[in-house]
Structure formats: structure tokens, C-alpha cells
């Protein structure tokens, strides 16, 4: 019974305590240009091969610096014959935007003209704001930010007949919600064949992202 006399007292304490400031939360969505291309890529090679073989293949089309991981064993499905065992590998790396062409073009030959031992490569590709950009543009915004979330508690305490005092606590979230709207078309995402957009045809271009940044900001108050 005295354990539940002292909880129920420390509750009380607790929501008292979530009177003593006003909480103020602010957020802002901006569009963020993609400046960064990702590559995921999945390659099938014979028993023999090795990782750093893998490695230096998608090196030499033009990624400076895959990772890349062994995956497992696979065997190609086909209702004529039997087909021997491959080793499994993926891989990715994340280049500049604007170098996605030429990389995307590399990759197309390395699909169809694969080195020994590499048998089979599937690829897609998006684009995204770097986290630079991202925590650049959250500096910028921070003081908008503030200053949105102290108008609106300045207005929570004028209606609660409070006057606002300082900042007690802050917290942000950057880049919270960031969402890709483009990358390359789904069939050529879907089967590592980018060739349609590398003839005459303009290569996708990446779309502009909206990123959500906000705080939440407590003040306190006087009476």
C-alpha cells in the first residue's frame, strides 16, 4: 500500500513538473536539389572469384569506392538444363549526382560484356541529398526555427496569462522525412538495364527533395 501511495505521489510530481514551461514546437519543409547519386548493385561470379575481384571490376566502371559483400551461393533457375552454382555478391556506392551518367553507362557495358569471373550484374540506381547539404541547410534554418517556436509560445502565453522566460530545453530532429520523388524508370530499375536512357535518350535526372526539419523547444514561464 505504501508502494502505491509513493507512486502515485511521484506521478503527481511528474505532471506538475510539465507545468512549469511551454512547449513549443516549430518545423519548416524545404527543397533540397539531390547532389548525390547511390548505386545498388548485385553481381553473380563463379565459385572461384573473390570479393576484391568484384571490387575492382565496379572500380573500374567508374565507382571509386563500393562496398562490397559476399551474399551467398545461387543457382540460376532454367527448365532445359542444369546451371552451376554461382557465388553471390552486393555491393554499393554512393558517387556525385552529376557523375551518374558515365557511371550508369559503364555499368551498362560491364552488364553486358562481364569480365571473368564475374557471370551476371543487376543494377538501379536514386538520388538523394548529401548529408552535408542536409545538416548545412538545418544550421541555417535553426534560427528561423527558434524564432518561429518563441512566437508561438509567446501566443500560448498570452492566452495563459503567463509571461515567457527563457529557453529551458531544445531539441531537434534534421532532416526528419526526407523523401525521394525520382530515380530512373521502374522497368529499368527493376532489371538492371539502364540502355533506354543511354542512347539519344536524356538521362533521368534527379528530382528535387523535400526535407522536413524541426525542434521542440520549452520555455519557461512566470507568472
Not at 562481364?114 to 551476371?120: E, I, K, T
Not at 530532429?173 to 523523401?179: E, F, I, L, M, V
Request: aromatic content about 6%.
Amino acid at each position: 500500500m505504501r508502494f502505491l501511495l509513493l507512486l502515485a505521489a511521484l506521478s503527481c510530481a511528474a505532471v506538475a513538473q510539465t507545468f512549469d514551461g511551454i512547449n513549443a514546437p516549430a518545423s519548416r519543409t524545404v527543397t533540397l536539389a539531390a547532389d548525390e547519386a547511390t548505386f545498388t548493385i548485385i553481381v553473380a561470379a563463379g565459385l572461384d572469384s573473390t570479393q576484391r575481384q568484384v571490387k575492382q571490376a565496379l572500380q573500374n566502371a567508374g565507382l571509386p569506392n563500393p562496398t562490397v559483400v559476399a551474399t551467398g551461393l545461387g543457382q540460376p533457375a532454367s527448365e532445359w538444363f542444369a546451371t552451376p552454382v554461382q557465388m553471390l555478391y552486393s555491393a554499393n556506392a554512393t558517387i556525385a549526382a552529376g557523375s551518374a551518367l558515365d557511371t550508369a553507362k559503364n555499368l551498362e557495358d560491364l552488364r553486358t560484356h562481364p569480365p571473368d569471373p564475374l557471370q551476371s550484374l543487376q543494377y538501379s540506381v536514386s538520388f538523394n541529398p548529401s548529408q552535408a547539404k542536409i545538416d548545412a541547410m538545418g544550421q541555417t534554418l535553426l534560427p528561423q526555427l527558434v524564432e518561429d517556436s518563441r512566437k508561438l509560445a509567446q501566443s500560448l502565453a498570452g492566452a495563459s496569462g503567463v509571461k515567457l522566460g527563457p529557453i529551458r530545453s531544445i531539441s531537434d530532429s534534421p532532416g526528419a522525412g526526407r523523401a525521394v520523388y525520382a530515380y530512373v524508370s521502374t522497368g529499368a530499375q527493376r532489371n538492371g538495364d539502364f540502355s533506354v536512357l543511354l542512347g539519344s535518350l536524356p538521362f533521368v535526372a534527379p528530382s528535387n527533395m523535400q526535407v522536413t526539419f524541426s525542434v521542440n523547444i520549452v520555455f519557461a514561464v512566470t507568472p
